[in-house]
């Protein structure tokens, strides 16, 4: 009996520990994020309804945008935001885009696109 109530107290003290652990760079940050261009479009992000997948990188290993990147540096476990992330710090002066089945190219992102980018830090390792 006291072994477990040891136990969940050093529980208990991880957790909160872990809540209150800023990002920062060489961490890994597991994120729910969603990417809206210029024009408000949905073009990239992980909040699928009733089932979200979070995406999770190394802060400063250029895994994702910069703007990303630069957006989670400080940010805590459950906080979320939503930040403009500038072109140079998104897809730049080429733009995010594909070819589509009929050989047209279709933009995401417009070259020199601004960003709007949605973001919750769900777990930081």
């Known amino acids: 009996m006291k ?3 040891i136990f ?3 529980l208990l ?3 909160v520990g872990c809540s209150d652990r800023a990002a920062k760079e060489r961490n890994t940050v597991c994120i729910l994020y969603e990417i809206k261009n210029g024009e408000d479009l949905r073009i990239d992000g992980t909040n699928q309804p009733g089932t979200p997948q979070p995406l999770c990188f190394v802060v ?3 895994e994702v945008i910069n703007g990303i990147d630069k957006a ?3 940010m805590k476990t459950g906080e979320s935001k939503t930040v403009r992330v500038l072109p140079e710090d998104a897809y730049g002066k080429r733009g995010l885009d594909y ?3 009929f050989g047209k190219t279709v933009f995401l992102a417009k070259p020199n696109d601004t960003l709007s980018v949605w973001i919750k830090i769900e777990n930081i390792r």
């Open 13 to 15: 003290l991880a957790l």
């Open 60 to 62: 400063g290993h250029h």
């Open 72 to 74: 989670v540096l400080g």
């Open 3 to 5: 072994i477990q109530a």
């Open 99 to 101: 070819v589509d089945h």
């Open 8 to 10: 969940l107290a050093l």
